[in-house]
């Protein structure tokens, strides 16, 4: 995997914000490297890809996260 950290970088007074400037850690892996789950929601997401560069409607995506 590749690891790369994300700084948010704001043009104005962050004094002025409730919510402090933060650090994003993102992780990108190959498909492969996913569980069943993540894999049926990966071929959804690329499916939706496709058809919008197809110039197909645009649609909602709604992804349920059960506890």
């Known amino acids: 995997p590749l690891?790369?950290?994300?700084?948010v970088a704001n043009n104005f007074d962050a004094s002025a914000r409730a919510i402090p400037n933060t650090t994003q850690k993102i992780v990108i892996l190959s498909?492969?490297?996913f569980d069943e789950v993540v894999h049926a929601d990966l071929?959804?997401?690329?499916q939706?890809?496709?058809?919008?560069?197809?110039?197909?409607?645009?649609f909602t995506l709604l992804f349920l996260v059960g506890k």
């Open 43 to 46: 071929r959804i997401i690329k």
């Open 3 to 7: 690891d790369i950290a994300v700084s």
């Open 31 to 33: 498909d492969e490297e």
């Open 48 to 58: 939706a890809w496709a058809a919008t560069a197809n110039g197909e409607k645009l």
